[in-house]
């Protein structure tokens, strides 16, 4: 099998790497990065195809119409598009557009719960739809079914899991997340609590585990940063002590001296657990859909902020496990149904995807790769299409709301 991989960020080109290593050797393998304004720094790409153990020497970065020449040229027998949900849209559309084309598989990059409409819309067209848990799969079946949608999924272990090497650690690892929470006021007491379990326990260390350094981007913006934050409070006169430190090393550089870990909501719970490292998933901003920690009720793992600054770390109950990420090897099927996808193309009966329909032809396509490309996107259509799309987009918001008002 030859299989294409394309990704755009630091969590979708590790996912990507990852996801490739874990193919059977025989595979031949290749990674791309498609060109978006949130491409990974040099450190980023390097750790990241690091889970995968792949070469950084080898990984090519080509604008979007170079990317599907690529895939015109090589014909691979699959791609996998592990990328953010418009570019994601965009992509899938021209590669199923292309004579003979390969199977297309597609994915999320960690935990995928709540399951959401737009992340089943924007790859609806894909043959195959990689999640995580068995959760995963019954609540996006579901969601699929309600849209009338004909998602095809199938169960694959995150590939990035590792476990325990070495003795336990002695630090207390925040994995911070760019989106949750997201207000200001609340970043500010996470904060206040890692200061709080730093000066009870100073022997021990407090990391602020970062996904990115100033000037590197992220699959989601970041506003009011951890780093940026402690800086605030150190020119107010706040005395930030020694043994608290800002890291932005890879998470299994991290884990490797964890005594246990912290989080709003990670993928990292997932890594950690996978070690052996217990666990805090601080529940003080409440459980919901925004904080993206509904999947953690009823694992025993939630605590406040007593807990961090005691450090009573948590594991997770054995009956939450096998429904969450924790399932045995065997019961993942994605490299099955990736095979048998294959062979049907060989043999000329892949099924059909349908187009996803919308109206406004071209006008609408060049709208949707300028909005989901940015400046990446240099084309004429793209600029025309975001210059007649904007002021006109703006008036059918501004007409459904007057219609609810008028509703209401």
Known sequence: MRIIAIADSDSYLKWAAATLGALPTAADRELLLVETPVLPSETQRRAALAVGGMDPSRLVCLPLTGVVER????????????????????LIRLIAELPDRPVI???????????????????????????????????????????GWTHRFALASLPFLERRSGEPGDALVFA??????????????????????????????????????????????????YPELLDELAEQGVEIPANLRVSSEPMSSALDRAQGLLTVSSTAVIEAIARGIPVIVLDTFGVSDALINPVFEHSGLFGGEDD??????????????????????????????????????????????????????????????????GDSDRSVSGAVALAVGTPARATMVMARRLARRYEG
């Open 71 to 90: 895939i015109r040229r090589e014909r691979p027998d699959a791609v996998l598009v592990a990328v953010r949900g418009p570019v994601a849209a965009v």
């Open 105 to 147: 598989v597609t994915g999320l990059p960690g935990i995928s719960i709540p399951a959401t409409r737009k992340a089943l819309a924007f790859r609806r067209q894909a043959d195959l739809f990689l999640l995580h848990s068995r959760r995963e799969i019954r609540d996006f079946t579901r969601l699929s079914r309600v849209h």
């Open 176 to 225: 911070a997340q760019a989106i949750v929470p997201r207000e200001r006021e609340d970043r500010l007491e996470v904060l206040r609590m890692l200061l709080a379990a730093a000066r009870a326990d100073p022997a021990r260390p407090v990391v602020i585990k970062i996904r990115a350094r100033v000037g590197e981007q992220q699959t989601h913006a970041e506003r009011d940063s």
């Open 308 to 373: 961090v600054i005691a450090r009573r770390f948590r594991t997770p109950h054995p009956g939450w496990l096998d429904d969450n990420y924790s399932h045995a090897p065997e019961a993942d099927d994605w490299t099955r149904q990736l095979d048998a996808l294959v062979a049907a193309r060989a043999q000329g009966v892949l099924p059909a995807r349908e187009p996803v329909r919308a109206s406004g032809g071209v006008l609408r396509r060049a709208w949707e790769r300028k909005r989901a490309f």
